[in-house]
C-alpha cells in the first residue's frame, strides 16, 4: 500500500488529512454493539475523499488500484454493523457531496446516493409523492447507505424489504479495476450490490420507486399484555383495507423507561404501540382499534392533549428504540430476529418464556412474500459475550432466524450463507480485493465454516 504516492495524486480533490475528523469519519454506529465496540474501535482511515461526482469516484478508484489502497465507502454512517469502519486502514471515500436529487417522475426517483433521506423525500413531496420505505434514521442517513447497508424500515409493513422485487429500480455501479467501468444494473443484477456493504462496487446513482405521500397520523396505544399487543399488531399488518407506514410493539418496560415523553402516559406493565396510518384510513383503523377489548388510544398526532409533543413516532421504533435505551443503560445492546411461519407468534411466547426479563420484546411488523412478519429488535441486558453468544442459540434452537448485529461480517450478519451473485461480481469487479476489504469472508477464507466468529487477518492492530 503507498498511501503517500495515492495521496498526492488525489491532492486536487476534497481531501481530508485531519486526525481528529477522520477517525469521526471512520466510525459508524458500530458501538451499540459490546462485542464489536471490543474489536474495532481502534480502527480508523488513513485519509478521506469526497468526491463531487461520478467521474472523480473513477478517478479515486483508478488511484488507489494502482496504489493498492484499501477504499471503504461512507454515507453518513448511521449503521450498527461497522459497515463502514475501515478494518484496513486507507482511503474513506466519503459521498457526502454527490447528494443531489436528479430527477422525479410519477413512481420513481432519481438520486445521487450520498443525498439524505429526509431530503430525497422534500424533493418528492411538491409531487405528493414519497419513498416507500426508509430507516428510522430517515433525517440523517443517505439514500446510498440505507441500500448498501440496510433492509427496511419504516414503510416494510406494506411494501416489505429493501430486497423485495420491485423496491429498487436502477443502481449505478463503478467498479474498482485498473480502469474502473460503469455499469447499470436492474432486475436480477440488483442483488450483485445491494445490501453488499460497498464490498464489490461503489454506488454513484440510484432510482427508486415512490408511493403517494401522506400527513400520515402517528399514534400510541396501549395493550393490558404483551400477547395481546402482538396479536393487535398481527392482525392490524393483515388489514390490507388500512394503509399503514409502520406498526411498532414495545413490551413492557421499554416505553416506561426509555420512551421520557411517552412514559407519563402509560400504566406500569403495559406494552405500547407506535403506528402509522393514513388519513383516509383512520375511520378503518378506529373501527378495527374498537374490536380490540383492552387497547387504549392514548396519543394520535393530529388531536391530542399532550403538553409535549413527542416527536415523530418512527423515531422511537426500528434501531432507535434501541439508541433511546442506551442513552438511559449503558449496559442494554440488542438482537436482530427473524420472526415468521404461521407459529411466529408462539415463537416470540417461546423466546420471552426462555429468556425472561433478560431480553425485551420489540418487534417490527413487515410484509415478506405477501405474508406478515415480524422484525425482532430485541432489547438485551449485556452481561458477557459468552452468554449473548447463549441468547442467540437459544432463539436459534427455537427455529428463530438471527441477523447478528455482533458480527461485522456479511455473512455473519446474514443467513451466515455466502451470497455467490456478491462473491462472483467482487471476482469481476474488485479484483484486488480493495473494496471494503474484511467483510465479505468468502472472499478472505472460502473454506470458512461459521463455527467460530470470524476474525479478519488484515486487520489494524490495536495501538
Keep these: 500500500m503507498n498511501l503517500a504516492a495515492a495521496k498526492a495524486a488525489l491532492t486536487h480533490l476534497d481531501m481530508d488529512e485531519n486526525p481528529v475528523s477522520i477517525r469521526a469519519k471512520s466510525r459508524d454506529f458500530f458501538w451499540y454493539s459490546p462485542v464489536l465496540k471490543a474489536r474495532l474501535d481502534h480502527v480508523v482511515a488513513d485519509f478521506v475523499v469526497a468526491p463531487r461526482n461520478e467521474a472523480e469516484v473513477v478517478e479515486v478508484l483508478r488511484v488507489c488500484h494502482a496504489h493498492d489502497v484499501p477504499v471503504t465507502t461512507r454515507g453518513a454512517g448511521t449503521g450498527n454493523y461497522g459497515q463502514a469502519m475501515p478494518l484496513a486502514g486507507g482511503c474513506i471515500l466519503h459521498m457526502k457531496n454527490m447528494n443531489a436529487v436528479r430527477e422525479v417522475h410519477p413512481g420513481r426517483v432519481v438520486v445521487e446516493p450520498g443525498c439524505l433521506l429526509k431530503d430525497v423525500d422534500a424533493a418528492c413531496k411538491a409531487s405528493g409523492q414519497e419513498l416507500r420505505m426508509f430507516s428510522s434514521t430517515w433525517a440523517t442517513a443517505t439514500i446510498g447507505g440505507f441500500i448498501a447497508g440496510g433492509s427496511g424500515g419504516v414503510g416494510s409493513v406494506t411494501w416489505g424489504s429493501l430486497r423485495d422485487l420491485g423496491n429498487i429500480i436502477r443502481l449505478r455501479v463503478v467498479t474498482m479495476e485498473a480502469e474502473p467501468r460503469v455499469l447499470d444494473f436492474t432486475g436480477e443484477e440488483l442483488h450483485r450490490v445491494s445490501h453488499a456493504y460497498g464490498t464489490n462496487g461503489i454506488i454513484s446513482l440510484v432510482e427508486m420507486p415512490l408511493a403517494p405521500a401522506y400527513d400520515w397520523v402517528e399514534m400510541f396505544v396501549t395493550c393490558d399484555s404483551f400477547p395481546q399487543a402482538a396479536r393487535l399488531a398481527a392482525d392490524l399488518a393483515d388489514q390490507d383495507g388500512i394503509l399503514k407506514k409502520l406498526i411498532s410493539v414495545f ?213
Design 251 to 463: 413490551e413492557a418496560p421499554i416505553a416506561q423507561d426509555f420512551f421520557q415523553r411517552v412514559a407519563p402516559h402509560v400504566k406500569p406493565g403495559q406494552t405500547v404501540l407506535g403506528l402509522m396510518v393514513a388519513p383516509h384510513a383512520m375511520d378503518g383503523f378506529l373501527t378495527f382499534l374498537a374490536r380490540q377489548p383492552g387497547a387504549t388510544l392514548i396519543y394520535r398526532s393530529d388531536d391530542h392533549g399532550w403538553s409535549r409533543e413527542p416527536g415523530p413516532v418512527f423515531e422511537y421504533g426500528w434501531n432507535h428504540t434501541t439508541l433511546r435505551a442506551l442513552k438511559v443503560d449503558p449496559k442494554i445492546t440488542y438482537l436482530q430476529v427473524r420472526y415468521a411461519g404461521p407459529d411466529f407468534l408462539d415463537k416470540i411466547e417461546a423466546v420471552r418464556a426462555a429468556v425472561n426479563g433478560e431480553v425485551l420484546q420489540h418487534l417490527e411488523a413487515m410484509r415478506e412474500g405477501g405474508r406478515t412478519v415480524f422484525a425482532g429488535l430485541s432489547l438485551v441486558r449485556f452481561t458477557t459475550e459468552d452468554r449473548l453468544d447463549e441468547i442467540v442459540r437459544i432463539h436459534e434452537d427455537l427455529g428463530c432466524m438471527i441477523f447478528n448485529p455482533h458480527r461485522y461480517t456479511l455473512e455473519e450478519g446474514g443467513r451466515q450463507v455466502v451470497d455467490a451473485r456478491q462473491l462472483e461480481f467482487k471476482r469481476e469487479a474488485d479484483p484486488k480485493g480493495l473494496l471494503n476489504p474484511g467483510k465479505m469472508i468468502a472472499w478472505d477464507d472460502p473454506s470458512f465454516g461459521f463455527d467460530r466468529v470470524y476474525s479478519y487477518a488484515k486487520m489494524q492492530a490495536a495501538e
